[in-house]
């Protein structure tokens, strides 16, 4: 069985407060995507099997969140659904 992300397939928006100033933080994509220059060529699978989160057991696609009014950054976890 495949799981989607639905904020990465453009179903939905990530819609996530600043848990520093509790104004709306952009989606800045997926955590991975930032780990190395080959990172976003690299199957999503492989690594979420290395990065630290438990996001492959429980089918979850990390995003990272950047709020412009505080400049925090911070990663938010996205429930897959299954295809």
């Not at 190395?36 to 696609?61: F, V």
Request: with cysteine; net charge negative; aromatic share 10%.
């Amino acid at each position: 069985m495949s799981y989607i992300c639905s904020v990465c397939n453009g179903m939905e928006s990530l819609l996530n407060n600043c848990p520093e100033c509790n104004r709306l933080a952009q989606d800045q994509g997926r955590l991975s995507d930032y780990y190395g220059p080959y990172s976003p060529y690299r199957p999503i699978d492989d690594l979420k099997a290395t990065n630290g989160y438990e996001d492959l057991i429980q089918h979850t696609c990390i995003h990272l969140a950047y709020c412009s009014n505080c400049n925090y950054s911070f990663p938010v976890s996205i429930q897959e659904h299954n295809t």
